[in-house]
């Protein structure tokens, strides 16, 4: 039976009671009454596209059609008063679907509606481990207004609630604007226009950088550092002053001091003064080796094998020799510790000690120096009582020979014990009858770059015929780098 009062036949008033009259009366008015109420739960505002900006409401009709038909509807036509309409989008092909709410920001203020996007950044800032980025834009998100995350939250799921067709596709204005700064800050010319990137995991973190860096405040409350105020071409003349490790650590400063430290002049420097013979063979070209990398100095001098020169390589061994004892029933034995260290110089020239656990590595590397033996004899005759000295026995170990570098191996040659004539003679050195030679590996572990060597060979040479003889490396450790901050590395 249709609901509409047309359908409804017209009694007779003579037959028909009093009684049913009024009923049918009374039913009328409630089936009026809930058409009323249901047009009304479907109702939503429409923006009107006339010259006078008015809302238009139309009601939609009492008989809906659900075959597949396109209807539309002209909001030019009035509606009947007092009858909302609900808006309905034209579909070819599919029946008319009414709109429960506007999934937009139609129905936020201004400053809700701009918080909301700010709110929106942080929450994708911080699902790319942006933390401190996203913690300021969530700052300012809630400065603007103290509810934005329920106003986010509430338009979040009205768009996972509403159809698919009507869903907002994202904009990728900014991700293609800093896809663009990405591209313009990693990629850096030499003298020669030959571009060159960062290595892969510099490149990834630089793209998420805004293309317009500045020195950040410590405190939002702040103004802006003064440092924004120099030039970055000043800043990149100081930091080329500096070495490399200080260049790294004011690269942990801030993102704007990350891009300065990736430029190519800095490390360009430092490549140039570590890489000469003999860290690479003669018939080598340094040209060549950057081209390995990609034109990229910094890794070459990250990555590339170099013998450490602004410090000391140092071995501690240890062997156990058995004791005498005049029990029969006691055994003893001795832990012997001795030092073997390693000094290599840019001219090729190496230093070679060895020295008994009464000589510390503080006391030992500030006289590690070519002029030991002559020292040998001055802390002998002009030392103050209460300091150790060094006597001629314990400077038996001092070798002095020469180094080069091919790949990763280390290879010490002529290690000559170098020790004072006879007080008859012209005091020039003597060599002995017998010269050594290491082989060893250059490695990186497992903190720090080329801090370890291995040994491979050790040998003997005799220099009347040289006959090479291999000793027994049985109680020999690995060498690991220790910094001499007095020392300089490359000169």
């Given amino acids: 039976m249709s609901a509409d009062s047309s359908d409804i036949p017209a009694p007779d008033p003579e037959r028909e009671p009093a009684e049913l009259a009024s009923f049918r009366e009374q039913w009328k008015a409630e089936v009026r009454q809930r058409r009323t109420a249901a047009s009304g739960m479907y109702t939503q505002p429409e923006a009107s596209t006339s010259a006078s900006n008015t809302t238009e409401r139309a009601i939609s009709p009492a008989r809906s059609d659900t075959s597949t038909k396109t209807v539309t509807i002209n909001n030019t036509h009035p509606a009947p008063r007092g009858f909302p309409r609900p808006a309905t989008h034209s579909v070819a092909g599919a029946p008319n679907v009414p709109v429960l709410a506007s999934h937009g920001q139609s129905h936020l203020s201004p400053t809700l509606a701009h918080a909301v996007e700010v709110y929106r950044n942080a929450v994708l800032h911080e699902q790319q481990s942006q933390l401190d980025e996203a913690l300021r834009l969530y700052r300012q998100a809630f400065r603007l207004d103290p509810n934005v995350d329920r106003a986010y939250f509430k338009e979040h799921e009205l768009s996972a609630a509403s159809p698919a067709g009507h869903k907002k596709t994202p904009s990728t204005a900014k991700i293609e604007s800093v896809a663009r700064g990405t591209q313009k800050l990693s990629v ?28 950040e405040p410590e405190d939002e409350t702040g103004g802006p550092p003064s440092i924004n105020l120099i030039p970055d071409e000043l800043l990149l003349k100081v930091l080329r002053t500096l070495d490399y490790t200080t260049v790294e650590r004011f690269a942990t400063v801030s993102r704007k001091a990350r891009m300065l430290s990736l430029d190519s002049a ?162 020039e050195l003597q060599q002995g009858k017998y010269v050594f030679q290491m082989t060893l590996a250059l490695r990186s572990r497992p903190l720090g770059r080329w801090n370890k060597l291995d040994f491979i060979g050790y040998d003997s040479v005799n220099v009347e015929d040289g006959e090479a003889i291999s000793l027994p490396l049985k109680h020999e450790r690995s060498f690991w ?11």
């Fill in 188 to 215: 850096d010319k030499d003298d020669k226009d030959k571009p060159h990137v960062t290595s892969e995991i510099l490149v990834q973190m630089i793209k998420s950088f805004p293309e317009h860096l500045v020195f």
């Fill in 266 to 427: 800095i490390w360009r420097d430092f490549v140039h003064l570590a890489y000469k013979p003999p860290q690479i063979p003669d018939d080598e070209s340094l040209t060549d080796i950057v081209k390995q990398y990609g034109s990229d100095c910094r890794r070459v001098y990250i990555e590339h094998p170099r013998l450490r020169l602004d410090g000391v390589y140092i071995a501690v061994c240890h062997y156990v020799r058995m004791g005498s004892s005049e029990n029969a029933w006691v055994n003893i034995t001795h832990l012997i510790t001795y030092h073997r260290y390693l000094r290599f110089f840019p001219n090729g020239q190496v230093l070679s000690l060895l020295a008994n656990e009464e000589w510390q590595p503080q006391i030992v590397i500030p006289m590690l120096k070519p002029t030991l033996r002559m020292k040998v004899h001055t802390h002998l005759t002009h030392a103050a009582p209460q300091k150790p000295k060094l006597t001629h026995s314990a400077s038996q170990g001092f070798y002095i020979g020469n180094w080069s570098l091919s790949g990763s191996t280390v290879y010490i040659t002529n290690l000559a014990e170098k020790h004072p004539a006879p007080a008859h003679a012209t005091g």
């Fill in 481 to 491: 780098f220790s910094r001499v901050r007095s020392w300089a590395g490359y000169h």
